[in-house]
C-alpha cells in the first residue's frame, strides 16, 4: 500500500504539478487529477508492456535458431530430402549462378522448378523437356502462350485428348484432327473434320471407322447415334453427294434395329432412297 500510496499521491503528484506550473493551468479536484493520474499510468504500463514483448520475442528467436542449428553436420540423405528447399534459396539468392551450375551437372528437372519460382515459364518448358518431362513442360510452355507447341509434347506424353483441347482451345480443329488421324484415333479425328467444315475427310474417316466396330453393337450404337446428331446439328446438306448414300444408308440401318423408324425413314430419304423410304413405311403401316 505504501508503494501504491508513493506512486499516486508523491510521484504522480508530482507530475500534475510540474504540468500544470508549464501550462499554467490547474486541474479541477477531485476528478481532473484523478482521470490524469490514470491516463498516465495507462501510458506507463503500455510502455512496460512494449518493453516486455520486444525482449519476448528476441528470446524466442534466438532460441529457435540454437534449436534449429544441427550440431552434427547433416547426412546425405537430409540433404537429398531438403533439396528442394535450399534450391529454391539459391535460386533466390543467386539464380544465374544456379541455372549455370545446374545447366552444367544436367539437373534439369531441378533447372526447370528454378525457372517456374522465376516465373520463366518458356525456359522451363525446355528445361523439363530437357529432362523428358513431357507433360510438365507442356504445362510450362501453355502458361508462355507457346500453345501449339504445348499440344505436341502432350502427345509425346500420350496425352492425345489433352493436345486436341489445346488445339481446339486456340481454334485449330483441323489440326487436331490431323494429329488424332496420324495417331489412329479415326472416330474423333473426324468430328474434328467435320467441325472445321472439312466434310468429305471427316466421313472418309467415319466409314473407316465404322467397319472396325462390325462386331461391336454397343460401341457402333454410341458412334452411329453421335454421327446422327452431329450431321442433324449442322445440316445434312453439308454431306457432299457423293457420300451420301455410303454414310446415310447404313445410319438408317443401325435406326431400324434401334426401332428409331421415323429417324431411319429420314434417313433414307435423305440419301436418295425413296423406295426402300417407301417400303419401310408401309410395313409398319401393316404391323
Not at 21 to 43: H, M
Not at 129 to 136: D, I, N, S, V, Y
Amino acid at each position: 500500500m505504501k508503494i501504491f500510496y508513493w506512486y499516486w499521491n508523491d510521484f504522480l503528484g508530482k507530475i500534475i504539478s510540474k504540468g500544470e506550473d508549464i501550462i499554467g493551468y490547474e486541474l479541477i479536484p477531485p476528478w481532473g487529477p484523478i482521470v490524469v493520474k490514470g491516463v498516465i499510468s495507462f501510458l506507463i504500463l503500455l510502455f512496460f508492456y512494449e518493453i516486455y514483448l520486444r525482449i519476448s520475442r528476441f528470446w524466442r528467436s534466438r532460441k529457435f535458431i540454437s534449436e534449429s542449428t544441427p550440431v552434427i553436420p547433416p547426412s546425405s540423405e537430409t540433404v537429398d530430402k531438403q533439396s528442394e528447399f535450399i534450391q529454391q534459396l539459391e535460386s533466390l539468392k543467386a539464380p544465374q549462378q544456379t541455372i549455370e551450375r545446374l545447366r552444367k551437372e544436367r539437373k534439369y528437372d531441378q533447372l526447370g522448378e528454378v525457372y517456374v519460382s522465376m516465373q520463366k515459364y518458356k525456359e522451363a518448358g525446355w528445361a523439363f523437356e530437357k529432362a523428358g518431362m513431357f507433360k510438365r513442360s507442356a504445362t510450362e510452355y501453355a502458361k508462355a502462350g507457346k500453345t501449339e507447341y504445348a499440344a505436341k509434347l502432350l502427345l509425346k506424353a500420350n496425352e492425345p485428348q489433352q493436345a486436341v483441347q489445346l488445339l481446339v482451345s486456340i481454334g485449330k480443329t483441323k489440326k487436331a484432327g490431323r494429329w488424332l488421324e496420324k495417331q489412329g484415333i479415326l472416330d474423333t479425328a473426324g468430328f474434328l473434320y467435320w467441325e472445321a467444315g472439312y466434310y468429305k475427310r471427316a466421313i472418309w474417316l467415319w466409314l473407316k471407322w465404322m467397319d472396325k466396330l462390325s462386331d461391336k453393337p454397343q460401341e457402333k450404337s454410341v458412334f452411329f447415334n453421335k454421327i446422327i446428331q452431329q450431321i442433324y446439328k449442322d445440316g445434312i446438306h453439308n454431306i457432299p453427294d457423293a457420300y451420301k448414300k455410303s454414310l446415310l444408308e447404313p445410319l438408317s440401318q443401325q435406326m431400324i434395329l434401334e426401332k428409331r423408324y421415323d429417324l431411319a425413314i429420314d434417313l433414307l430419304k435423305n440419301c436418295g432412297e425413296h423406295q426402300k423410304a417407301q417400303l419401310l413405311i408401309q410395313q409398319l403401316t401393316k404391323k
